[in-house]
C-alpha cells in the first residue's frame, strides 16, 4: 500500500505550500515578478546576466512481487543552480551546479548508497557540475556549443538528457547547429564523455549528424546517423542510420492528425566483440479532437541472442516502453510494444492514460502488459504539481510491479 509511512507527507509540506501560494494570482504574480527580477540582478535586459534555479521534490515508490528484494521508498530533493553571462561579441557561456539530497531513512537502492536488498529508484544523493559551456553565434544562421551540455536530439530516442531522473544526463561535447537552409536543421556534433544519472562519467568517442527537414503543415523528415564508441562497455558501441517522418495535419479547426514513420539500422561499432545487424521500427497514427488526444504505435527493437540486440544507450528510455522502466535494455530476444494512449485537459489539469503489450520482436514471447496514469497541473510558467502511476503485469519470469511518484517543482 503507497504513503503508509506518515512522515512522507511532512516531506510534502515546504513544496506543496509553494505551490499552494501559486493559485493565488494576485499573491502569485508579485512574487514571481520580484523573484525573476532578482535573478536578472534588477536589469529587464539581464545585461548583468542571469541565474537559473530549479527545485523538485519527488516521493517514488518501487513496489515489486520480486521476494528478492523489498519495496523502494525515496524521498528527495534535487537543486539546479546555474547562471547564464550576457551575450558578448556572440559568445555567451553557462555554468550550472546540481545536487540530489534524500530525506528521512529512504529505504531505496539509489545505485551508489549499498542498499542492495531494496529496489531500485536511481537518484542517488549526489552533487555535480550538470553543465558548463559556451556557445558561439557570430556566425550566420550557425550556434556552436562546446563543454558540457544538455543534448536531446529529436525524440530523445537515441541522443537524450533522461530528463526524468532527479540527476539528469549531460555530456562533454561539441554540438554545431546550423539552419542556413530554408527549412533545414543540421545537427552535427561529436560527445567525448557522457555524466550519467549515477553521476558517474563515462569515456566515449561518438560522432553523430542529424538533418532535418520541415515540410510545411505536413511534417518533418529527418536522416541520421549515430556512431557510439564507448570505451568502458565495448559491448555497447555501436552504429546506428536511420531515417524518420513526423508530422501533424489539420483537417479542421479542431481536428488533427498525427503521426510518425521511422526505420533504422545498426551494427556493431569499433571494439564491439559482438558482429550483428538489427533493426528498429516505430509507427504511430492517431488524432486530436477536440483537444483530447488518441494515439496507437507499434514500436520494435530486433534482437538476435545475447549481445546481439537493438540497443539506445543514450537514449531518454524512461519516455519509451512503460514508466516502470522494465525495457531500458532491450532482451535479448528483442522487444515489440504495442500501445495506445489517450490524453487531454480538464479545468487546466493534463490527464494521460497508456496501455502497453510487450511481447519478443516476432510476436512469440509474451514479456507483459503495462498501464500507466498521469496527472499534471502547472501554475503559470514556474509551479508545477504531478502525480504518476505504473502497474506492469509481468509474465515468462517478469514480476508484477507497481509504482508511484509524487511530485512538486519551481524553475525560475
Not at 559556451?134 to 537515441?158: E, H, M, S, W
Not at 517522418?245 to 503521426?259: C, Q, V
Request: no cysteine.
Amino acid at each position: 500500500m503507497f504513503l503508509t509511512k506518515s512522515k512522507h507527507f511532512s516531506f510534502l509540506a515546504l513544496p506543496l505550500a509553494i505551490l499552494a501560494l501559486s493559485t493565488s494570482q494576485t499573491v502569485s504574480a508579485g512574487i514571481n515578478e520580484n523573484v525573476e527580477n532578482a535573478l536578472k540582478f534588477g536589469q529587464d535586459d539581464a545585461k548583468y546576466g542571469q541565474i537559473k534555479f530549479d527545485l523538485r521534490y519527488r516521493f517514488e515508490q518501487d513496489d515489486t512481487k520480486n521476494p528478492a528484494l523489498d519495496k523502494g521508498d525515496a524521498s528527495t530533493v534535487r537543486l539546479r543552480l546555474g547562471y547564464l553571462t550576457p551575450e558578448f561579441k556572440g559568445l555567451q557561456a553557462y555554468t550550472e551546479y546540481e545536487t540530489n539530497q534524500d530525506f528521512g531513512a529512504n529505504t531505496y537502492n539509489s545505485t551508489r548508497n549499498g542498499k542492495t536488498g531494496y529496489e531500485i529508484i536511481a537518484d542517488p544523493q549526489e552533487h555535480e557540475l550538470n553543465q558548463f559551456w559556451l556557445n558561439y553565434n557570430g556566425l550566420p544562421d550557425t550556434a556552436i556549443k562546446v563543454g558540457r551540455q544538455r543534448i536531446k536530439i529529436d525524440n530523445d530516442r537515441f541522443i537524450g538528457n533522461v530528463g526524468w531522473r532527479q540527476m539528469e544526463q549531460t555530456y562533454d561535447a561539441v554540438l554545431i547547429t546550423n539552419q542556413s537552409l530554408a527549412d533545414t536543421t543540421v545537427k552535427v556534433g561529436y560527445i567525448n564523455q557522457r555524466q550519467t544519472i549515477h553521476s558517474f562519467v563515462q569515456a566515449m568517442q561518438t560522432p553523430f549528424v542529424n538533418v532535418s527537414y520541415n515540410f510545411k503543415d505536413y511534417g518533418k523528415l529527418t536522416g541520421y546517423g549515430y556512431f557510439i564508441d564507448n570505451n568502458e562497455n565495448h559491448a555497447l558501441s555501436s552504429q546506428t542510420y536511420g531515417v524518420s517522418f513526423n508530422g501533424e495535419r489539420e483537417i479542421t479547426d479542431n481536428i488533427k492528425a498525427i503521426y510518425r514513420m521511422e526505420y533504422a539500422f545498426q551494427k556493431d561499432y569499433e571494439q564491439n566483440p559482438n558482429q550483428y545487424e538489427a533493426d528498429y521500427f516505430h509507427v504511430i497514427g492517431g488524432a486530436s479532437v477536440f483537444g483530447v488526444t488518441v494515439k496507437a504505435g507499434m514500436e520494435r527493437l530486433d534482437g538476435k541472442g545475447a549481445g546481439k540486440a537493438f540497443q539506445t544507450p543514450l537514449a531518454t528510455g524512461h519516455a519509451f516502453n512503460g514508466w516502470s522502466d522494465q525495457f531500458l535494455t532491450t532482451p535479448n530476444n528483442g522487444l515489440r510494444d504495442v500501445y495506445t494512449s489517450v490524453s487531454g485537459k480538464l479545468m487546466g489539469v493534463k490527464l494521460m492514460g497508456v496501455y502497453h503489450h510487450f511481447d519478443d520482436d516476432n510476436g512469440s514471447i509474451n514479456y507483459g502488459k503495462e498501464w500507466n496514469f498521469l496527472v499534471l497541473k502547472k501554475f503559470g510558467k514556474h509551479y508545477s504539481l504531478l502525480a504518476k502511476y505504473a502497474y506492469f503485469d509481468g509474465n515468462n519470469g517478469r514480476f508484477d510491479t507497481q509504482n508511484f511518484w509524487l511530485q512538486a517543482g519551481v524553475s525560475f
